[in-house]
């Protein structure tokens, strides 16, 4: 059975740092990453990593936010973080036949 669990997110100042974890288990997933949707807006990509490292990181959080990954739990360190970045963040991740999933979400408050 696929599972996707998030942690980390949390309530932060501006310009304050989060680190957001995805523990995967259940299949070997070809791409793993992160979505986030704010209120009101559509679902959005954040950032990707391939299963050999290589990622993907969405204009508006380049230089701030960083995709890694040890052994089967994927990272997001966000640095910097602004207002706008307030949104619930989705761990997503697709296996090697193409079949997709999704964690259940943790919600990510910058507010001062």
């Known amino acids: 059975q696929v599972q996707l669990v998030e942690s980390g997110g949390g309530l932060v100042q501006p310009g304050g740092s989060l680190r957001l974890s995805c523990a995967t288990s259940?299949?070997?997933?070809?791409?793993t990453g992160w979505f986030r949707q704010a209120p009101g807006k559509q679902r959005e990509l954040v950032a990707t990593i391939s299963i050999d490292g290589n990622t993907n990181h969405e204009a508006s959080v380049k230089g701030r936010f960083t995709i890694s990954k040890e052994k089967s739990t994927v990272y997001l360190q966000m640095n910097n973080l602004k207002p706008e970045d307030t949104a619930v963040y989705y761990c997503?991740?697709?296996?090697?036949?193409?079949?997709?999933?999704w964690g259940k979400g943790t919600l990510v408050t910058v507010s001062s």
């Open positions: 259940g299949s070997i997933f070809a791409t």
């Open positions: 997503w991740a697709a296996n090697l036949y193409g079949m997709q999933y």
